[in-house]
């Protein structure tokens, strides 16, 4: 069969992911255990890869049990109720929250420290749970509304002062929706964008590859919320967008003659994911 297979060039790794994973590498390089508190990155095979270097991941139950060992903070970031726990147990952190996530958390705070007087409210557009967001909702001493959707808008007080904020990874479009429906709903309300550079460049540029290729393969963990999030975008855009975990689960059946295959990614698969991918296909056909 006749085909051509492509990598998105702007597929891969964020920077908090790469700087993450680099900090993981590097202690791994001198000891021979590091503890990441949740997975560094939301990939199985790149966790093998750590985990063979080493690389162990706890659970915040866990951590509670630890007492004077190395934790790594992963690029999420964590609440500040997880530092007093580490603190507490004489816990070394190594702390991998993304800058990006930092800013956000410090304007997260300052905004509801600001707002605590006038009965202001912080509402946080995100997947509930989600480590990211559970940082961010630490800097309001858990009071902050999570929103995870336009039909949740409804929850929130419109007589109150809201400050608006998104988790990083979050769909620009989506939060755009989001944006003006609290506008309208809320007499005061206060918009902070906060979807991170990256994710929102990397918007644009995949609803161009998607629908420059005319099959595309997204390789991601079906846990990573950004993952979703870039799926269904694909899948907006083209119809031929299939979701995988790794290279084993490409079906020869989904290819036709003249195939312009496009291999990309979420912020959390790596560069040699894709590659691997990537050769599969060319194995099969070319
Ligand atoms: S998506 Fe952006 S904010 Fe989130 S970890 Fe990556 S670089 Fe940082």
Redesign the pocket.
């Known amino acids: 069969m006749n085909l051509s297979v492509e990598i998105d060039p702007g597929s891969g790794f ?4 790469v700087r993450a994973v680099r900090q993981a590498e590097e202690y791994l390089s001198r000891e021979k255990r590091l503890y990441s508190l949740g997975a560094i990155v939301h990939n199985s095979l790149e966790l093998e890869r750590l985990k063979a270097k080493g690389l162990e991941i706890l659970e915040l139950e866990d951590v509670r049990r630890l007492h004077n060992e190395t934790l790594l903070i992963r ?2 970031g964590e609440p500040p109720a997880t530092y007093a726990l580490a603190e507490a147990n004489g816990i070394r952190i190594i702390d991998c929250t ?1 800058p ?2 930092l800013q956000l958390q410090q304007k997260v705070k300052e905004v509801y420290q600001g707002m605590k007087d006038s009965a202001g409210q912080v509402v946080i557009f995100g997947k509930r749970g989600h480590a ?1 967001v559970n940082g961010l909702v630490g800097q309001t001493e858990g009071t902050a509304l999570v929103i995870g959707s336009l039909e949740e808008v409804e929850r929130i007080d419109p007589a109150r002062l809201v400050a608006l904020f998104s988790q ?2 979050k769909d620009p479009d989506e939060y755009a929706q989001i944006c003006r429906a609290v506008e309208q709903r809320c007499n005061h309300t206060v918009v902070f964008d906060t979807i ?1 550079r ?2 929102a460049s990397r918007h644009k540029s995949l609803v161009a590859f998607a629908r420059t290729h005319s099959i595309i393969l997204f390789v991601s963990g079906k846990e990573s919320s ?1 993952g979703k999030v870039l799926f269904d975008l694909c899948l907006s855009e083209n119809p031929r967008s299939r979701w995988l975990e790794d290279a084993s689960q490409i079906d020869p059946s989904w290819f036709l003659e003249g195939d312009t295959v496009g291999v990309c990614g979420a ?1 959390s698969t790596p560069k040699w994911q894709l590659e691997e991918t990537a050769a599969k296909v060319s194995s099969l056909f070319c």
Do not use: D, I, S
Request: hydrophobic share 30%.
């Open positions: 964020c920077n908090g992911v690029a999420h993304c990006v996530v990211e990083t990874t991170c990256q994710v950004n912020t």
